[in-house]
């Protein structure tokens, strides 16, 4: 399975953006990247996901590098609320695949 | 958004004792749904694959006489912890995908979590 490495945390001041890093040197053709984020005591919460162009939504956006080998998911303000852990993750092309994941980042924002 | 809940959200039971953990797809239908576990300050491991209609897949290491999976339905997973131990207190957590998506594209949408503490 194509691995991913990510920051072990980062910070952030509310109303900020954000660019969390994550790089997946090893992914194949027809591999997607999948972020999703965990609140404390909570399932984990989709937040966006690509193949090779770059992608919106009403969370976040993600930048994927030409060469997709590293991508970076964009949140434009950071609130109190968007503080958790931010998994970057990949899923092959067959059906029924699942995560792999990481230790993820850990996000704090800063009043 | 597709929604997937899970019941009970905390359970408390005493050492020995079976529980019973449910994964509903509540606005659409999962043939795949995951069982994941997590601990604390830990990331999330796979456990096991359920499958409708057919046996589960589980990972290594994961004893399927312990861990017993039930996918009896296109919208019900069931995941019983048998004869649990004070180690087998975690954060289990499943997911279902698919909504006509396939492949690597297809997003999968995860419970809320169940938190089991075994005394």
Known sequence: ?111 | GAVVSQHPSRVICKSGTSVKIECRSLDFQATTMFWYRQFPKQSLMLMATSNEGSKATYEQGVEKDKFLINHASLTLSTLTVTSAHPEDSSFYICSAGGLGTRGGGETQYFGPGTRLLVL
């Open chain 1, 1 to 111: 399975d194509a691995k991913t490495t990510q920051p072990n945390s980062m910070e952030s001041n509310e109303e900020e953006p954000v660019h969390l890093p994550c790089n997946h040197s090893t992914i194949s053709g027809t591999d997607y990247i999948h972020w999703y984020r965990q609140l404390p005591s909570q399932g984990p919460e989709y937040v966006i996901h690509g193949l090779t162009s770059n992608v919106n939504n009403r969370m976040a956006s993600l930048a994927i590098a030409e060469d997709r080998k590293s991508s970076t998911l964009i949140l434009h303000r950071a609130t109190l609320r968007d503080a958790a852990v931010y998994y970057c993750t990949l899923l092959g092309d067959n059906y029924g695949q699942n995560f792999v994941f990481g230790p993820g980042t850990r996000l704090s924002v800063l009043p």
